[in-house]
């Protein structure tokens, strides 16, 4: 499986926007027909969405459609438009049941699906929801949720954490990509810094973003470090050996280590090599 440290939105409305994106350093590019759109813009995007996922052109950066809710006027003829056009996964906003997985599903046929969570209804529904069959991803919605909850998130977005790792305990359950909410910081900053450390720290694959400036920050925090990526080849090398082959726990290091931390060790190598780094 691809690893999606950065998974950038772009408004499916501007030309320009998604041109851009066919050369950045992001691992998913995101098309928004949601908010990023306005209400008389929706069908004109969704048309110029389409038109750029027949085009081509992404490489190897995963393409998703964000289409609208399902409540709203657009979201079921976006889905329908969105069928066997060459989108990687399309991100269903607002889910809040999964019946609303199941509906979307109803209409996209095989295509992946991916659920933005940012309703305290998700929260409460959310081992239903990553059940639900043939979705591949959860997405913190953290700025909706926060709308939703009146809560304040802060710098440290504290009032967020438990919905956090939730998020990421529900993917890790069910096998699925879990992506961290966006950050409204539009600059290359220490707290923008500090956040994507965080939801790397918290478990996320990755993190959606709003603007390029973002792309190589999030890159860096959801990659192995040089340090972990050392640890990782000397516990595999390590339980190479002959000696160790029938072991449940040796020593590497100075320190005990176990057949999970050989598990943990190949993940890291193989995330590497999915991030393009030297492994």
């Not at 269903?92 to 599903?105: G, T």
């Not at 478990?203 to 709003?210: Q, S």
């Not at 100075?254 to 057949?259: I, N």
């Not at 993940?267 to 090599?273: K, L, M, P, S, T």
């Amino acid at each position: 499986m691809m690893r999606i440290r950065s998974a950038l939105f772009m408004p499916a409305s501007n030309i320009r926007a998604i041109d851009k994106a066919r050369g950045l350093a992001c691992d998913a590019v995101i098309l928004d027909l949601e908010d990023a759109v306005a209400p008389d813009g929706k069908v004109a995007a969704r048309a110029q969405a389409l038109a750029a996922a027949r085009a081509g052109g992404f490489g190897d950066r995963l393409l998703v459609l964000r289409v609208n809710a399902l409540d709203t006027e657009w979201g079921e003829a976006d889905l329908a438009a969105a069928h066997g056009v060459g989108f990687d996964a399309v991100l269903l906003p607002k889910v809040s049941h999964p019946d609303d997985l199941a509906l979307a599903r109803a209409t996209l046929g095989a295509v992946p699906l991916w659920a933005m969570i940012e309703t305290c209804a998700a929260m409460l529904a959310l081992q239903a929801i990553a059940a639900a069959p043939g979705l591949a991803c959860l997405v913190a919605g953290t700025n909706d949720l926060a709308k939703e909850m009146r809560c304040t998130p802060g710098v440290d977005r504290l009032p967020l954490l438990p919905h956090l790792v939730a998020i990421v305990t529900a993917a890790r359950a069910h096998r699925l990509i879990a992506l961290d909410g966006v950050s409204n910081v539009l600059a290359d900053t220490p707290e923008l810094a500090a956040e994507c450390a965080q939801g790397a720290g918290f478990g996320f694959d990755g993190k959606t973003l709003i603007h390029p400036v973002q792309i190589a920050l999030a890159n860096r925090a959801f990659a192995p470090t040089a340090e972990q990526l050392r640890w990782a080849e000397a516990v595999i090398a390590a339980f190479a050996l002959p000696e160790n082959a029938r072991l449940g726990a040796i020593r590497v290091d100075g320190a005990m280590v176990e057949r999970l931390h050989l598990a943990q060790a190949e993940q890291i190598v193989a995330g590497a090599g999915s991030a393009g780094l030297p492994a």
